[in-house]
Nanobody
Framework: QVQLVESGGGLVQAGGSLRLSCAAS????????MGWYRQAPGKQRELVAYITRGDSTNYADSVKGRFTISRDNVKNTVYLQMNSLKPEDTAVYYC??????????????WGQGTQVTVSS
C-alpha cells in the first residue's frame, strides 16, 4: 500500500506565493519521479512539473520562471514552490509518483488533491 499525502494549498492574492508538499509512504522500493498536476473547473488535468530521482526537471510553459519543483529522496517528499501566482493558477493540485513497490513493477500513484485559489 502506497499513500501520497499533500499539504500547503490555500487562498492567496495574485502575486503571492505558496509551497506545496507531498510525502510518499508505504511499501516503496524506489521512486522514479514525482510531480504535480492540476485541474481547473471544466478543464482537463494538466502537468505542472515533475522531477526525476536524478533531479531532471520539466515544467509546463505556463509556470516556467514562477514555479520550482524539488525533492528530498530520503524523505520521499516533493515540493512545489509557487511564486508570482496568477488567478489562472487556481486549480486542484494533485501529486503524482511513478514508483516501484517491488523491483520489477512500476506504477503511478496519486494524492487526493489540494485546492489552490488565487484571488485577483
Amino acid at each position: 500500500q502506497v499513500q501520497l499525502v499533500e499539504s500547503g494549498g490555500g487562498l492567496v492574492q495574485a502575486g503571492g506565493s505558496l509551497r506545496l508538499s507531498c510525502a510518499a509512504s508505504g511499501s516503496i522500493f524506489s521512486i522514479y519521479l514525482m510531480g504535480w498536476y492540476r485541474q481547473a473547473p471544466g478543464k482537463q488535468r494538466e502537468l505542472v512539473a515533475y522531477i526525476t530521482r536524478g533531479d531532471s526537471t520539466n515544467y509546463a510553459d505556463s509556470v516556467k520562471g514562477r514555479f520550482t519543483i524539488s525533492r528530498d529522496n530520503v524523505k520521499n517528499t516533493v515540493y512545489l514552490q509557487m511564486n508570482s501566482l496568477k488567478p489562472e493558477d487556481t486549480a486542484v493540485y494533485y501529486c503524482n509518483a511513478a514508483l516501484w513497490t517491488i523491483p520489477t513493477v512500476r506504477s503511478d500513484y496519486w494524492g487526493q488533491g489540494t485546492q489552490v485559489t488565487v484571488s485577483s
